[in-house]
């Protein structure tokens, strides 16, 4: 059963096909042939014998409605030695079916796993080898503004994906706040729930105090569950941890006598007035003001 990384990651290919062309030329510095549309097109490649194989995704670069690239997408989480084989049939019978040359792009979250991607496969005929076009962690694109990210939501998401630890982590997960807001609540549901699960902690917590900051409305099932429960639980640890992060996304000095009163604080009511003066304050005095 593929899982929700998986689905998540096919997805975003199959809700933007362009992501494909996008990646292949920014990330992967592959020459595209001239095209003026991106479509989806089935993944299922059935050969004489009775079996079937399916990729995860398949987008076709069409210029006046003619094929001129096809593109397999596969999202790969870890070593699967059938890819081997499988990989080169995608290619062969997708580029039989369409009359156009065909390209093979493996999306990996992890580096180890992509390194496994990227091996050639060699298929036997004399020069005849695969060498898969693989996108790991250290190949997505940085998307740091926010203009690109809410015209390429799917990519803001990757960046964030990848880029948990970056240096500029807030600028790609406030640039990521508004991408979730340009895409219908069932995408943004998904793609904040795979990037919350994804990051590291400390990239979780901001990010999560950036939603709790109501810069973004609630639509993560995972979000709820976070920031809530303490609530439901009657603890304040979460609201007070959430306020920290408001504080520190938005550049505000925390003196250790704030910081003692803000954690030592029971009161949730009280807790959700700072948070919602914290999401407009110059300094923490106009926090307990």
């Not at 180890?112 to 036997?124: H, S, V």
């Not at 005929?125 to 998307?143: E, F, T, Y």
């Amino acid at each position: 059963m593929p899982s929700t990384l998986h689905e998540a990651l096919v997805e975003m290919f199959r809700h933007r096909p362009s992501l494909a062309a996008e990646l292949l030329t920014d990330a992967l510095g592959v020459d595209l042939p001239a095209y003026q549309c991106a479509r989806l097109d089935a993944g299922e490649f059935t050969v004489l014998v009775p079996t079937e194989y399916r990729a995860d995704a398949v987008v076709v670069l069409t210029e006046a409605d003619k094929p001129v690239l096809a593109v397999v997408v596969e999202a790969q989480l870890g070593r699967d030695q059938d890819k081997q084989w499988t990989w080169p049939v995608y290619l062969i019978t997708l580029r039989a079916r369409l009359r156009c040359p065909t390209v093979l792009l493996v999306v990996c979250v992890e580096a180890t796993t992509a390194t496994w991607c990227a091996t050639p496969i060699e298929l036997g005929h004399p020069g005849w080898v695969l060498s898969p076009l693989v996108l790991g962690p250290d190949r997505v694109p940085l998307v740091t503004d926010a203009d690109q990210a809410s015209r390429a939501p799917e990519l803001a998401a990757l960046s964030a994906m990848a880029h948990g630890s970056h240096p500029d982590r807030d600028k790609i997960l406030n640039a990521l706040l508004g991408a979730l807001a340009s895409v219908d609540q069932e995408h943004a549901t998904l793609y904040s729930d795979v990037v919350l699960a994804a990051l590291p902690a400390a990239a979780q917590r901001y990010l999560e105090g950036l939603m709790t900051a109501r810069t973004y409305e609630y639509q993560s099932d995972f979000v709820r569950r976070y920031v809530f429960q303490g609530r439901a639980e009657g603890r304040a640890e979460g609201e007070a941890t959430a306020l920290l992060a408001i504080l520190d996304a938005r550049g505000i000095d925390v003196p250790d006598d704030a910081r003692a009163r803000i954690t030592g604080c029971s009161d949730l009511v009280q807790l959700d007035t700072w948070i919602r003066r914290a999401a407009t304050a110059d300094s923490i005095d106009d926090l307990f003001d």
